[in-house]
């Protein structure tokens, strides 16, 4: 079976552009690619980049197996001869990745038009990389900007990540399990996850524990003798607010023989009262400590909802909406080129147009910095070219409208996000520990004004292209459309 991790884990188009590159000569051409997003998804004020590692392990295992490269033999054109020559089999055989790669880490807040991965080097291998790398970094940045949303709404409530289920297939439950602990959960029911990333793994019962017994007491009974360390009854098979009441009845048994009630799942009905009813019961009973978890088909909107109705819950546990990101199930983000040096080893730098402004791409081998305030609250971000001297200035000037810009104060201090990660094909850079990456987020998350934070209505944040770099960019996007 083909890896997962395997070239071909691509569109074809990319393949017979690499064929063309090699076929004219031009495949050593160095260049340099920026991989992107135009968009916040969710209608929210910021995304949180995600996905780097395993970024890095495709680059780490990218090479064409002799599995791979008898496929592409086979591959007709239109006259039913083959695609590609057999020098070009050959030539992919011995491809080795020589690119330098530069990235945000991990965990970071960033936003639209800011470049979260730069890999220059020779343009064929370039373009080999870009849909793996999209189809990664889209759907992991996604499932994290959706957990920190509804971590945001939890408050200081732990959310644990049910969604193995409903998801889209093994890597994509695989995938979102990751990316939903590095946006805020506290632990997954994907065991595998758990096991592959180190993630702390919770679960009990379901209701066919429950329907395989006479009564609902007995269920209970049963699984408090089979595992009386991990007693969390789901009290919503038949009559909820009597499984309450049989989840109390076992949790006194537990208390005299010396274990505890670890508490119950509401999964169903009308979550704020019977969450309030049952803390009742079991305040009443002595069970001040146990825990009330609430699941179905949990939202950050519905959360809001119940805690503003005042219901009494410890955890959400939240599973389809989290994993499929519900409410938009794609980033959008795309992978441009920016500049190409010519056989003189002088940079050009490229510009893609479009009647939307919003889809014109920005030009140069580009670098994002983020400027701090003397409170230490993130006020702006400029998106610069390297390869141009800076204006003194600074001044910010919106992507998407050339009249909107803003001057960074002079007390601020900055630092540049994009890091070297591969520096000619080898990798510079440690990967962090899972935990770090998630604290990374709320960190970050915490120096932003509350207004780029809040789920409902943000403000947006400030990002702005260099004036040197935007005054290339009209420049180049004039002598693109004749006018000059």
Known sequence: MTSTYSPLLTDLYQITMAYGYWKTGADRKESVFHLFFRKNPFKGGYTIACGLEEVMDFIDAFQFSEEDLSYLKQLCGNDNGPLF??????YLRNLDFSCNVDAVEEGTVVFPHQPLLRIQGPI??????????????????????KSARIKCSAGDDPVIEFGLRRAQGPNG???????????????????????????PVK???????????????????????????????LVDTYDTIEGIKNAIQV????????????????????????????????????????????????SEEIIDSLKHQGAKINIWGVGTKLVTAYDQPALGGVYKLGAIRDFEGIWEYRIKLSEQIIKVSNPGILQVRRFKNT??????????????????KRQIVDPSNSIRSKEIESEATFEDLLIPIYKK????????????????????????????????????????????????????????????
Not at 375 to 392: C, H, K, S, V, W
């Open 85 to 90: 020559e057999p020098a070009f089999i050959d």
């Open 124 to 145: 064929v291998e370039c373009q080999l990389l870009e849909t793996p790398l999209l189809n990664i970094i889209n759907f992991q940045s996604l499932i994290a900007t």
């Open 173 to 199: 439950a695989l995938g979102a399990s990751r990316a939903a602990y590095v946006g805020g959960t506290e632990a997954t029911s994907n065991v595998l996850a758990a096991k592959k990333y180190g993630i």
């Open 203 to 233: 679960g009990t019962h379901a209701h066919s524990w429950i329907m395989s017994f006479g009564s609902e007491l007995e269920a209970f009974e049963k699984y408090a003798l089979a595992m009386p360390n991990n007693c969390l009854f």
């Open 251 to 298: 949790g006194l048994q537990l208390k005299k023989k010396g274990h505890r009630l670890v508490g119950i799942r509401l999964d169903s009905g009308d979550l704020a009262y019977l969450s309030i009813e049952a803390r009742k019961l079991l305040d009443g009973a002595g069970f001040t400590d146990a825990l009330i978890i609430a699941s179905n088909d949990l």
């Open 375 to 392: 409170e230490g609250l993130f006020i702006g971000d400029m998106i610069y070219n390297t390869a141009q001297p800076e204006d003194r």
């Open 425 to 484: 094909g080898s990798c510079i850079y440690k990967k962090p520990k899972l935990i770090d990456i998630k604290s990374r987020v709320q960190g970050q998350l915490g120096q932003f004004h509350e207004s780029i934070r809040r789920n409902l209505n943000p403000h947006e944040y400030p990002v702005g292209l260099e004036s040197g770099l935007d005054r290339l960019k009209n420049q180049l996007m004039s002598q693109a459309r004749g006018m000059l």
